[in-house]
């Protein structure tokens, strides 16, 4: 089977993930999609091949050489991103030859290269689209058809290759991906996540993050009698919000530099509550941004008084990159990988998380590749044809390249 046909099968099962579920995964429909991926392992020659109790899939192909040789893991999710409808995905494939794409004439949905130009480097190829109603589940459904694609081309070869083994996640979207993630039992010297984007993009970088939730408490009182008196929480909220640097947030910046998100606000005279996330990839300018909202709490308790405020910063992940360069070879290994399939290897920083990071933290190393998807959690998501098969080749050469 190739790897675009492997991947339509997995576009038709629904898997979006829930951040409001308590349980694991946080959505049944993913185990669907778990169920059909365990049974092609089976089916392509792994062994040690099940589904855990919280949907995580696993499996292994055993070494067929004496020589001793790194064990190598690869690992993609299975859910796909709330941001857009994930039901009836309704796939085709285009030769794209410039120009903009028609997703539905029925309802004016148009792929524009003047709204994504990256759309420009894929003319003559083929690309996969949706009706522009549904996102289209690249993101990670085509990580999942390359690997298990590669695997079984590897298996087809015959050639000497070391142990490789495959796991395929829940809940990735939702953050909690690696929450159950079985490194022991995974038994990898070190895996790469295949969950990136455009071929070539090599990512074992990412932010330093944090969540902060901040409260301010108001005193209410009838506004025609409040001087002195009143303390309105929801302009304290403002007031926070104005102590804190303006240019850092998420509109103002790019490449490495980091920032704070306010994501939710809510608030009213006697009670209001300000969601933040905080984020960079450099551990000293993290420490600095943390300590930045606990001097706005402080001006704020200055203010207003010691029970004005109460703030919680809790860190989530960490920059896989302080433990990827304790081993920094197995990056060299994707990017002579990625040569031998004419990929030019591009490493850009993840403006962003990844299970990698906390599995790189785990004691597992796990650095991310490409997909070959572009526009992820979108509507007008779109893969190549034609990349998918590049990232299948570099899975390969990794495999046979392993030392």
Same mark, same amino acid.
């Not at 099962?13 to 669907?32: R, W």
């Given at each position: ?10 576009? @038709? ?93 029925? @309802? ?19 690309? $996969? ?26 298996? @087809? ?16 979207? $939702? ?53 002195? $008196? ?164 570099? $899975? ?8």
């Amino acid at each position: 089977m190739t790897v675009n046909e492997r991947f339509l099968q997995y576009v @038709k099962y629904p898997t979006m993930s829930d951040e409001n579920s308590q349980t694991v995964p946080s959505t049944q429909k993913q185990l669907a999609l778990a169920q059909h991926i365990a049974e092609e392992l089976k089916q392509i020659g792994l062994s040690d091949v099940y589904v855990d109790e919280y949907g995580y899939v696993y499996g292994h192909l055993e070494a067929n050489t004496d020589k001793i040789k790194d064990k190598i893991g690869f690992i993609a999710h299975m859910d796909t991103s709330s941001e857009a409808s994930d039901e009836a995905i309704k796939p085709r494939e285009v030769k794209y030859s410039g120009g903009d794409v028609v997703l539905n004439e029925e @309802k004016n949905i148009v792929l524009s290269p003047l709204v994504y130009p990256s759309l420009n480097k894929y003319k003559g190829k083929t690309l $996969i689209v949706t009706d522009g109603t549904t996102l289209l589940g690249a993101d990670d459904k085509a990580g999942i058809a390359e690997i298990i694609t590669a695997v079984e081309n590897i298996i @087809k070869s015959g050639k000497p290759h070391g142990k490789v083994s495959v796991a395929f996640t829940p809940d990735e979207e $939702i953050g909690r991906g690696a929450d159950c993630f079985d490194v022991e039992g995974f038994d990898a010297d070190y895996a790469y996540t295949v969950d990136g984007g455009a071929w070539g993009e090599l990512e074992y970088e990412n932010f330093n993050a944090a969540s902060a939730t901040v409260e301010l408490f108001g005193v209410s009182i009838h506004p025609g009698s409040a001087k002195g $008196i009143m303390k309105n929480a929801s302009l304290m909220a403002m007031e926070f919000n104005s102590l804190l640097p303006g240019n850092e947030v998420p509109s103002q910046t790019e490449g490495y530099e980091g920032f704070h998100h306010l994501t939710g606000m809510k608030g009213d005279v006697e009670y209001a509550e300000l969601n933040y996330i905080i984020r960079d990839h450099d551990r000293l300018k993290f420490e600095e941004k943390k300590e930045q909202f606990l001097n706005a709490a402080d001006a704020i308790r200055a203010k207003y008084g010691n029970k004005s405020i109460n703030i919680k910063i809790n860190d989530s992940y960490y920059n896989m990159r302080e433990k990827i360069e304790e081993r920094i070879e197995i990056i060299e290994y994707v990017k002579t990988a990625m040569r031998k399939a004419n990929v030019e290897p591009v490493v850009i920083p993840i403006r962003g998380g990844t299970d990698g990071a906390r599995l790189s933290y785990m004691g597992l190393l796990c650095p991310n590749i490409c997909t070959g998807g572009e526009n992820f959690h979108s509507r007008f998501e779109y893969i190549p044809v034609e990349s998918m098969e590049k990232t299948t080749s570099i $899975i390969e050469n990794i495999i046979l390249g392993a030392k």
